[in-house]
């Protein structure tokens, strides 16, 4: 089963990347080669989907520092952990694998993008593909001009990008709390 932050909040915003790739395909001409005057749909698919990334990226540590809290009683650590934790998460502005890899780390999660693999996709092949995605994010999103060219096969991939990173790191996590700290699986 998928974190709470995978359903509610990636797949939710990600729907709405989906819905600007869905009309830029009816907008199509038919013709084969680029399509004039549908770059900006393509673009905000870019900002969209990393939107989406980043809110859900937040929201898992948070659901994650909800399954570490300890039962009604002394907090000890915990109270210390969690204003720390959420101190980081309020920081946390650039979703890439750096920022995010830090930000787990702060939950005692070492390298969370170690576990960014699947079918023909390496961890380092991830977190490269990631960063150019950021990389574009950041040109459309401070007017960079003139604007980048953001082909539709690129923009049609991300959502499923974006879902196979958070499986991965939904994975990664339930294994950290399970495994590592023993805490009921938070999300089974």
């Known amino acids: 089963m998928a974190s709470t932050a995978f359903i509610q909040h990636l797949a939710a915003l990600l729907a709405d990347a989906e819905e600007l790739i869905e009309a830029h395909s009816r907008l199509r001409t038919g013709r084969p080669g680029r399509q004039w005057r549908l770059g900006a749909l393509n673009r905000a698919v870019v900002v969209m989907a990393v939107s ?14 909800a399954a570490i809290r300890p039962s009604p009683g002394p907090m000890g650590v915990w109270s210390s952990l969690n ?14 694998a750096h920022q995010v890899r830090s930000l787990f780390a702060s939950l005692g999660l ?8 699947w079918t023909n996709c390496t961890p380092q092949q991830a977190r490269n593909r990631l960063t150019e995605i950021l990389r574009q994010r950041q040109h459309i999103a401070h007017g960079v001009n003139p604007r980048p060219t953001i082909h539709n096969m690129t923009s049609s991939r991300l959502p499923a990008f974006f879902r196979n990173l958070a499986r991965c790191t939904d994975s990664a996590v339930r294994a950290y709390l399970v495994d590592v700290l023993g805490v009921a699986n938070p999300w089974p």
């Open 52 to 65: 989406a990334w980043e809110a859900y990226v937040e929201e898992v540590v948070k659901e994650s520092l």
């Open 110 to 117: 070492d390298d969370v993008t170690a576990a960014w693999s």
């Open 83 to 96: 204003a720390s934790v959420r101190s980081e998460i309020g920081r946390f502005h650039t979703p890439d």
